[in-house]
């Protein structure tokens, strides 16, 4: 039963979430959704004509007694006619290069030119199948969801434990890749509280599906009550801890492996142990030698997948 009513309440926040960047929660997301409707309506320049004269051409000049089309068997140039062919399409081509010149210098992910309040430092690392957050200077993690202060750049370095796979909080940013052993990076903000939901979109297995969180984003009065509800009722990030979280499972799972009736039923809240987890997930690919595979996360020989 509580399994049931956990499904219940995950699939009515994921549902009530934005998710699309149509719906922007932030000015990242809302250049994007500008620079996409700016694109449709030059490109609809040179589509819309064609949509409408060629069945009118076809009407007209179809094979037919009397007809009112003019034949003209050794007409072969207008000069008008070359000039709106070529001439609109360079011209919507050129507007098209330059917005997304500008675009792309905007919405650069490593850049961080909203405000001047200092950051908050996210760590983020891909698992199979869940994200978990770390917050290294509040000593603090979370996996299932992500808490994050309106009105706040929020600059996040990426990395995985496992497989190749691709972060994006729609309604926030867009999508960003990670690998192990290296970093990305990605800088967002948002503009008002708001329930998003975030996903790994590059395909990953059977728990791909699952591999959602919600993002919470919150004043800042109710982000550090938030960071203190994490702190009070999260467990410690063992060695221990951190092999079942990075074993195979997918959301549910790892919830009901980790989980307790002090956390909420969608997420898993942690306190960081000494020492920098996130280094160390990223250096154990910088020995220059293949990990051992019970020393892989992803791998059999590292933990079974539940419920296999």
Known sequence: MALVIAVVVTSAQMAWASNSFMDPQG??????????????????????????????????????????????????????LELAMWGVPVVIVALLSYYLWKATHRLDPYAAPFGETPALNVQVVGLDWKWLFIYPDLGIATVGEFGIPVKQQVAMTLTTDTVMQSFMIPALAGQIYAMP??????????????????????????????????????????????????????????????????????????QAALGTSLMPLNALYFTLEDGDLFQSILHRYHGGQPLPRDQQPGTAEYGQEGAQ
């Open 27 to 80: 000015p990242i997301a809302a250049v994007q959704k500008t620079h996409l409707l700016r694109a449709t309506v030059l490109i609809m320049i040179a589509v819309l004509p064609v949509l409408v004269l060629v069945p009118l051409i076809a009407l007209r000049y179809r094979r037919r007694k009397a007809s009112a089309a003019e034949y003209r068997p050794k007409w072969d140039f207008s000069g008008k």
């Open 181 to 254: 052993g290296m970093t990305t990076q990605l800088h967002l903000v948002a503009d008002t509280p708001e329930t998003m939901q975030g996903e790994n979109t590059q395909y990953n297995g059977r728990g791909f599906t699952k591999q959602k969180f919600l993002t919470q984003a919150m004043q800042t009065e109710d982000f550090n009550a938030w960071v203190e509800s994490v702190r009070t009722h999260g467990m410690p990030l063992t060695e221990d801890t951190y092999r079942t979280l990075a074993m195979r499972t997918d959301r549910d799972e790892v």
